[in-house]
């Protein structure tokens, strides 16, 4: 299910920052890296695999929007900014 938005890590990154006050950066990690933090966490060598290959088929492609949350709840999808902000102190939210 999606919200109202298609999104990529960078936009849900600036809206957090936007939305709890504070400054913050994505910082792209090569596939070695990935790979050898999911070996950490004891995923399986094929589980990785998969993974990384669904992750990488993604790139640069934007998520299809879809009209399942508002078909099924009968309202409109909240935008990511209001899940962040309804979760600010969950991300950390400067004090006021």
Partial sequence: MTGPQSLTQIDRVR???????RPLR????SE???RDEMARADMPAPGIDDYVNLLTARVGKPTEVLPTVEQVTGRPPF?????????AAAFGAASA
């Fill in 26 to 29: 994505w910082e792209e990690q």
């Fill in 79 to 87: 935008t990511y900014a209001q899940w962040v902000a309804d979760h």
């Fill in 15 to 21: 809206v957090i920052a936007e939305t709890i006050g």
């Fill in 32 to 34: 070695d890296w990935f």
